[in-house]
């Protein structure tokens, strides 16, 4: 199943535009379209044309967006590449982790969920084409403030709330109410319950229990699973109320007639095999950059990545993809794949750098910041911990931003630290990459120079997949 709450949100608009597509026709003018100017979309030299011959694949971004920003300026909380198979209709999505070093333009190595706070969904599609091996040229953009909504019309959602979650849960629940301006209702106790929207879109968000990031993604996985089965029993009305409140917080690249046309189908969907990358990853700390998950290698991730994606066996990376995989290798060293043991056990907490850079916003529109680079990073076998897990969770269900490009480390976005003005509510206790090894972390060198301000907060990691990391 899905594995972000946006998700969530685009299943829940094509369950409803498959249930009545005439209808939904005449309001699908509420959609933002806003196509991509493919001449600033970059496709790395190499790539097959024929890759993906057969499927329609297209970007998710989730926003911690909390004004309605949906072009640049705010990081993207989540990173989702689906994979629709148009012969059996199979969907498969990879997400990625928002903490991913990655080649983000210029070939500044930075967070990859920054790309789009400095360019927009054009940077951001560029960003997963050129480090991935990729030819997207569509996207859907989606801010959080939806979601609690499209709950509380399915009536809320069914969720085994564990004691463990609890407290985190009920801490973070009026900040979500205050963003969703809805009200606040704490959760009494733990147990198999229906959550209301601002409920559930909060337990979408708890990161500071063990696992951080990777754990929070599983809850989204459980949301969303919960909604799709509610909206298949939903009639008329609730659709129209659905399209009416969701409809305005989407921007994409599809045209109301392609959204039909999809929607159509929505029925001989299938929710197949969803995965996180990298698949094989290390974390660490980076001065200047914080907490980073790191693609061990690059090159074997994107290998694997295709194979899931397209079922392409030993596909074959192109010269950009083997060049950033060694400038990765370059900055961090040589590292070995992290066990499962060692990231799903782990309770992950914000660096100073994190902290500081959750503050921060872009002032250009790619390029690194005016922190420093890192390069030649220890190569010596430091142990530390990264994994995003920032003040808890945040929006647009998915992923939570911490710091997302917004202003406020620690800011009070619930679980995330971003921004917003509830000082009470954001704890650093809930906040990820602690160095928890030891060994040396020589910087040499100031790194990239580019824009000042790079806000790469630490988005961490969002696997729900853990049979990959066995």
Known sequence: MAKKIIIGIISVLLCAAGAAAVYIGL????IDTKKLNEENVEVNEGVPEDLGTGYTTFAIFGLDSRAGEMDRGVRSDTIIIVSLNNETKEVKMASVYRDTLLDIGDHSLQKC???????GAEQAVSMLNKN???????????????????????????????????????KYISETARVAEKDAVKVESAGLQTLNGVQATTYARIRSTAGGDFVRTERQRVVIEKMVEKVKGSNLSTINKMIDEIFPNIKT???????????????????????????????????????????????????????????TENYQVSATVS????????????????????IYNRVYEDT??????????????????GNSSNTGRNSGGTSKNTG??????????????????????GGSTGEDGTGSSEPQETQPEDKTG????????????????????????????????KHNNN
């Open 132 to 170: 991935l091996d990729l030819n997207i040229t569509d996207y859907v953009t989606v801010d959080f403030k939806a979601m609690a909504e499209t709950i509380d019309l399915l009536d809320g959602v069914e969720i085994d709330v564990q004691e463990e979650e609890l407290d985190a849960l009920n």
């Open 388 to 409: 995003g897990s920032n003040t808890e969770g945040s929006t647009t269900g998915g992923g939570s931003s911490t710091g997302g490009g917004s202003t406020g480390g």
């Open 434 to 465: 602690t160095d928890t090894g030891s060994g040396s972390s020589e910087n040499s060198g100031q790194g990239n120079t580019g824009n000042t301000g790079e806000s790469d907060t630490t988005y961490g990691m969002s696997d729900i997949e």
């Open 27 to 30: 309001k699908l003018n509420k």
């Open 323 to 342: 060049g950033t995989s060694a400038a990765i290798e370059t900055e961090v060293g040589s590292l070995e794949a992290e066990s499962y043991d060692s």
């Open 352 to 369: 100073d750098d994190d902290i500081q850079q959750e503050r921060a916003t872009p002032s250009g529109n790619s390029g690194s910041s």
């Open 253 to 311: 690249s599809f045209t109301s007639g392609e959204i039909l046309n999809y929607a159509k189908y929505f029925s001989q969907y299938t929710l197949g095999e969803t995965t996180g990358f990298p698949m094989e990853k290390a974390t660490d700390r980076l001065d200047g950059k914080g907490s980073v998950v790191i693609p061990v290698t690059l090159e074997t991730n994107v290998q694997e990545l295709h194979e899931f994606l397209y079922g």
């Open 113 to 119: 969920n920054a790309a789009y706070s400095y360019g």
